[in-house]
Structure formats: structure tokens, C-alpha cells
């Protein structure tokens, strides 16, 4: 087995959970006055953290930094009420994490979701299966794109990061594996479109979570594939 690990983001990865961010941010608007946005709008707005994705659900002049203070400290609320309403792993995730347990290969999360949340999604939605290391935003570390989480995640894991495969749904996810001299593989299912995926970076797009389980026979030296 050439790669001995997998990192894989968390929100449009592993756990679809569009809906209950998007009723979560929407209750957050309408309280204070604001338009509101349907959810399969935050499939645009999701994967740069929280305070990214409120930016971009409020009106334009509405951004001032009181404003986003006051939604983001309002949006932490709202989602620790509904965060496991409807979030779900997608079809084939459990069976995909069963296979890479059996195997030995060691997993990661990592997320720009707050790490409070981050953990409790895992511990709950997918306490099934062992993930030695799951880390989300916190203030003392940079958010992805920025390498510096992807790179802690592959020394905890004890793995070199040229033999972890990173798997995610968002360009911002792309961005983070080539930083991090790791190989990026993007998801058909997540919340961004397959060719932006492509465009930035995927080496491929797996159409199903058990298309990975083959690149981890790939050799990391291996740029024909």
C-alpha cells in the first residue's frame, strides 16, 4: 500500500450537511431583518468557515464588522439547536470508512467548520468508525487553504504528507493538499461542481466514496495516472 493515510474534510465529504447550515444561517437573516437565502444557495457559501459563509449570505452593505460579529455569534447558537436535524453520512461513506479501517489505513478530518462542532459531528454521526485525528477552525491555527493543518494532521498521524491522499469537496480543499505536497482528490457528491474541482488541482474526481479505495495502491512518485 502506497498511501497510508487519508484526510478527509468534513461538511460535502463526509457528512452532507447543507441543510441544516442553510436553516441555521436563514433563521440567523430572517431575526435580523434580512433576506433570506433557499438552501441550495450555501452550497456556495460553505468550505472558508463560519465567518466566510455569513460574509456571503448577507447583503453586501450589510458586512460591516459589528453586523458579522452579531450573525456569527448568532449563527454558533442557532446551529448547536439543529446541527443533526437532517446531516447525514452520504450513501457509500460508511461503507468506504469500514473498508479503509480493515485495511489499516489511518483517517483525518479536517474541517474549516469550528472545531467544537467539527468534533461533535464526527463523535455522533460517525462514531462508528476511528479517526485518531479530527481537527476544525480554532483561533491559533489558519484556516485552509493554508497547508499549516494538513501538515499537523499528517505528523499526528506519523505519515510522511507525500503518502496521505486528501479528499474534498471544494476548491479551498484543493488548494490545501498541493500546499501541503499531499494528493488531492475531489468528490462528485459534495457542494462544488466536479470541473472546478478539476481546474484546481484534483488529480480525479471520484464518482462514488469506494473509487478511492485503488489510489491507495497508486505510488506517490506515479505522475502518469
Request: aromatic share 8%; hydrophobic share 40%.
Amino acid at each position: 500500500m502506497a498511501y497510508r493515510a487519508v484526510i478527509f474534510d468534513l461538511d460535502g465529504t463526509l457528512l452532507d450537511t447543507l441543510e441544516d447550515i442553510g436553516d441555521a444561517a436563514n433563521r440567523v437573516l430572517a431575526g435580523r431583518g434580512f433576506p433570506t437565502h433557499p438552501v441550495d444557495s450555501y452550497r456556495d457559501f460553505i468550505g472558508d468557515g463560519a465567518g466566510r459563509l455569513i460574509m456571503r449570505a448577507l447583503p453586501p452593505d450589510h458586512r460591516q464588522p459589528e453586523t458579522l460579529q452579531g450573525c456569527l455569534t448568532d449563527f454558533g447558537a442557532a446551529y448547536a439547536r439543529n446541527w443533526n436535524v437532517k446531516s447525514r453520512p452520504y450513501p457509500g461513506i460508511p461503507e468506504l470508512l469500514s473498508a479503509l479501517l480493515d485495511r489499516g489505513v489511518l483517517c483525518a478530518v479536517l474541517s474549516n467548520k469550528p472545531e467544537v462542532f467539527t468534533v461533535q459531528c464526527v463523535s455522533e454521526l460517525l462514531s462508528a468508525w476511528t479517526f485518531p485525528v479530527v481537527m476544525g477552525a480554532v483561533p491559533e491555527r489558519p484556516h485552509k487553504p493554508d497547508p499549516q493543518g494538513a501538515r499537523e494532521a499528517a505528523r499526528r498521524l506519523e505519515v510522511d504528507p507525500s503518502q496521505v491522499l486528501y479528499v474534498g469537496d471544494t476548491v479551498t480543499d484543493m488548494q490545501t493538499a498541493l500546499a501541503a505536497g499531499m494528493l488531492p482528490l475531489g468528490v462528485s457528491w459534495g457542494f462544488r461542481p466536479a470541473a472546478e474541482l478539476t481546474a484546481h488541482g484534483a488529480r480525479a474526481i471520484l464518482e462514488k466514496p469506494l473509487d478511492l479505495l485503488p489510489w491507495l495502491d497508486h505510488s506517490p512518485s506515479d505522475q502518469s495516472y
